[in-house]
């Protein structure tokens, strides 16, 4: 948008300095009279051009009226009643009739802020509620926007709201939870686990600890294999870990799933970091869909923030998971991300991995600890 005012000997005069200018599509801003000023300008006008081509701009802009001259200055214009220049007829109409660009504005703004404010609590408009320390620790944990409306807008007319707001939203979070939960997840000879995720995230540390959980304590016979075929070295990671948990190894490449070894034990496949090019997500994709797992999980950071792990769910849909593994929750007390994606996703969180340092077992998620831990009423010792 270009802004320029004109000034010369009477409105006619400055309106042909508009049109010569600025075009048929100028809108006039304010017209006022000059100061007393014989035989100088005495009428300036305002005007805009909303949507200038590249030469005009630069003939506009090239052109500007000196400062001194829109103070009103004695200097006249080369413009006059007589200027044999026509003016357009529906130019001047639709400039008396055009409304205050500003004013115009303002008026969008005020109905932009009732649609972003609509449906929201209260306290989002100003006005302070019992609720605004208990949401401030919600997105503090990093809770999506749509989840915390979501509870607190149930919890505002829960029966105990008046009397114990933080307990009518943890009555109402605990069950929330739950369905967003697999505390049970149990493998059986013949299952075959993908794990898939973003670099960094820990899907061979998960791996290997459910592998050590399964020969440790469930006494079940694994097999280890990857599909990673981008790392350096990860065939000889996952051989590794077959080595000391005495696991069979096979290659990926060559699998074949009615062998004896993969049905008589629990097949837990390592994947490369999730690629951001669409047809090596294809080509990981069909590499899984040959092994056909019976379980995908999905395995994100705690550290990772919301809106970025929200995305990063959305490009992992093609590998159709079916639950969550969320790591380094010993590092943060943010627990916001695996929550909002398991409510955007419906992938249940099913493993979560908070021991110091990666180190020790996958624990089994926990709705009511979980809560306490949004809402920071987890005490020490827990």
Known sequence: MIIKSFAAETAAAALKLVRREMGGDAIVLK?????????????????????????????????RVSPETLLGSTKTLPVSDNDTEPINAAFIERSR??????????????????????????????????????????????????????????????????????MAVHELLVPRLAELMEPRLVFVPGDRVVFVGPAGAGKSTVMGKVAAQLTVQAKTKVTLTTLDNCKMAATDEVRRYAEVLN????????????????????????????????????????????????????????????????AMAESMQILMPTHLAV????????????????????????????????????????????????????????
């Open 31 to 63: 017209t006022r009279q000059l100061a007393d000023n014989p035989g100088g300008a005495r009428v300036e006008i305002t005007a805009c051009l909303e949507k200038a081509s590249a030469y005009q701009s630069s003939e506009i802009l090239s052109n």
């Open 247 to 310: 696991a069979s190894l096979v290659d990926a490449f060559e699998f074949e799933p009615d062998t004896k070894v993969i049905s008589e034990a629990v097949t837990l496949i390592d994947t490369p970091a999730l690629p951001a090019r669409q047809d090596s997500l294809d080509q990981l994709k069909d590499a899984i869909d040959i092994i056909n797992p019976t379980c995908r999980v999905a395995v994100f950071s705690s550290l990772m923030r919301t809106n970025d792990a929200l």
């Open 97 to 166: 009739k055009a409304p205050d660009i500003y004013g115009r504005l303002e008026n969008m703004e005020r109905k932009l802020d009732r649609l972003i404010t609509a449906g929201q609590p209260a306290a989002q408009q100003g006005e302070p509620t019992v609720f605004d320390a208990i949401r401030d620790n919600l997105k503090d944990a990093d809770l999506s926007d749509e989840l915390i409306g979501s509870i607190i807008g149930a919890a505002a007319v829960h029966p105990s709201a008046a009397t114990d707001p933080q």
């Open 327 to 382: 790591t380094m929750t010993d590092l943060t007390d943010r627990f916001g991300t695996a929550v909002s994606i398991a409510d955007a996703t419906g992938w249940k969180i099913a493993m979560i991995g908070d021991a110091p340092g990666g180190i020790g077992h996958i624990r089994q998620p926990d709705p009511d600890r979980t809560a306490r831990l949004l809402l920071k009423t987890e005490v020490s010792g827990d």
